[in-house]
């Protein structure tokens, strides 16, 4: 069984650019989350979807970020424009439902200069 | 609200030593509890988790975890450590149920193996 998948892996960018990420979750994955993990931290959630509906985005930074997860499968997380505060490995989970066992891709790591 | 305090950013073990990864947490509603282990580079692989049955779980790769209410504490337990366990592990909450299953990490322990 495939895992989650995100790309890009690595991605550098200049404060003030835009920056998209993509994640592929597990087939028959319902929920899916984003979390940014700053370097010594443990990862915070940033948006929770289920299917393609947002459940929680309570943290996140609404004037800059943004995502979505059209037909319930895929999804892209924006940052527009990018800080350098948000240097950090952005991270894709999905799970069967809410209740169940979150699965992690490989992350991208941001960095903005 | 819930929390999560793991004691030491860095612990150190020779090969074959006991392993000990503490972790403290706080929760308004009964929790459930989750080790994650990160190698570099890598997503988060799930290594146990505590949902109200047994209070002494065990994992993969030899890791387990005692849950103890009456210190709030979940502290992850390898009796042997071997080079391969090199990374870093995170400790996690969550709730039952609701918008509390939301999971809420600990800041991580990197745990450095020598020969």
């Known amino acids: 069984e495939a895992g989650v998948a995100q790309s890009p892996r690595y991605k550098i960018i200049e404060k003030r650019q835009s920056v998209a990420f993509w994640c592929n979750p597990i087939?028959?994955?319902?929920?899916l989350y984003w979390y940014q993990q700053i370097l010594g931290q443990g990862p915070k959630l940033l948006i929770q979807?289920?299917?393609?509906?947002?459940?929680?985005d309570s943290q996140l930074p609404k004037d800059r970020f943004s995502a979505e997860r059209l037909k319930g499968v895929d999804s892209t997380l924006k940052i527009q424009p990018a800080k350098l505060e948000d240097s950090a490995v952005y991270l894709c989970?999905?799970?069967?439902?809410?209740?169940?066992?979150?699965?992690f891709g490989p992350g991208t790591r941001l960095t903005v200069t | 609200a819930q929390s999560v305090t793991q004691l030491g950013s860095h612990v150190s073990v020779s090969e074959g030593a006991l392993v000990l990864l503490r972790c403290n947490y706080s929760?308004?509603?009964?929790?459930?509890l989750f080790w994650y282990v990160q190698y570099p580079n890598q997503g988060l692989q799930l290594l146990l988790k505590?949902?109200?049955?047994?209070?002494l779980v065990k994992g993969i790769n030899g890791f387990e975890a005692e849950f103890k209410k009456s210190e709030t504490s979940f502290h992850l337990t390898k009796p042997s450590a071997h080079m391969s366990d090199a990374a870093e592990y995170f400790c996690?909450?969550?709730?039952?149920?609701?918008?509390?299953?939301?999971?809420?990490f600990g800041s991580g322990t990197q745990l450095t193996v020598l020969p």
């Open positions: 929760s308004s509603v009964p929790p459930y």
């Open positions: 989970a999905s799970s069967l439902d809410s209740i169940y066992e979150q699965y």
């Open positions: 979807f289920q299917n393609n509906g947002v459940v929680d």
């Open positions: 996690a909450v969550s709730g039952p149920s609701g918008s509390a299953r939301q999971l809420t």
């Open positions: 087939s028959g994955h319902a929920t």
């Open positions: 505590y949902t109200s049955a047994a209070t």
